[in-house]
């Protein structure tokens, strides 16, 4: 059974950098699917951040494209995220997900982790 | 960026009929654009419900159906149970992204 288990700090400096890893077992990460993040601010809907592919191709929010980074490491199973300049707007709860495609769709999902932007 | 549009809130009584619908600013949704649909609870992890415009997962219930209707995406729930209230969201891929829906607020009473 694949889990997906997000991890980082839950309070963030405003003007300063989030980062996130996601940490996946059950399954490797070198498959046919892409590894996304997603995240939902509080009392907003879900905004899709962005997401990778295990040969390192990635895809972003063009809202956020400036200021995010996703990135995999093989060896340790994992990606992760960067988030630069970060303000309270970017306070949510972060989710990261496996995406199988037309094969099988978003079929994991970790439970996700809240971040709070603030002095 | 796309803009993808759903209905903010929708009321549905138990053991009826109702279909949310995902539109896109670029045009008619097309199966090109993969949609997706998803259900959200509070403090829940989002639940892929459909993919792929109609694939249902193994967890879906039978209930629960993806098609085009129209120029959109729409999900119909036939047979509405207590616990189908929730949000609901659509996400759309485009050319290097994918964008979600806003949401739609469903209630069953």
């Known amino acids: 059974q694949v889990q997906l288990r997000e991890s980082g700090p839950g309070l963030v400096n405003p003007s300063g950098t989030l980062s996130l890893t996601c940490a996946v077992s059950g399954g490797s990460i070198i498959s046919s699917n892409y590894w996304t993040w997603v995240r939902q601010s509080p009392g907003k809907g879900l905004e899709w951040m962005g997401e990778?592919?295990?040969?390192?191709?990635?895809n972003y929010n063009p809202s956020l494209k400036s200021r995010v980074t996703i990135s995999i490491d093989k060896s340790k199973n994992q990606f992760s995220l960067r988030l630069n300049s970060v303000t309270a707007a970017d306070t949510a709860v972060f989710y990261c997900?496996?995406?199988?495609?037309?094969?099988?769709?978003?079929?994991?999902w970790g439970q996700g982790t809240l971040v709070t932007v603030s002095s | 960026q796309a803009v993808v549009t759903q209905e903010p809130s929708l009321t549905v009584s138990p053991g009826g009929t109702v279909t949310l619908t995902c539109g896109s600013s670029?045009?008619?949704?097309?199966?090109?654009?993969?949609p997706y649909w998803f259900q959200k609870k509070p403090g829940q992890a989002p639940r892929t419900l459909i993919y792929?415009?109609?694939n249902k997962h193994s967890w879906t219930p039978a209930r629960f159906s993806g098609s085009l209707l129209g120029a959109k995406a729409a999900l119909t729930l036939s047979g509405a149970q207590p616990e189908d209230e929730a949000e609901y969201y659509c996400l759309l891929s485009y050319t290097g992204a994918r964008v979600f829906g806003g949401g739609t607020k469903l209630t069953v009473l």
């Open positions: 990778i592919y295990h040969t390192g191709s990635t």
């Open positions: 670029t045009g008619t949704v097309t199966s090109g654009h993969s």
């Open positions: 792929d415009t109609s």
């Open positions: 997900a496996r995406d199988g495609g037309y094969v099988s769709g978003f079929d994991y």
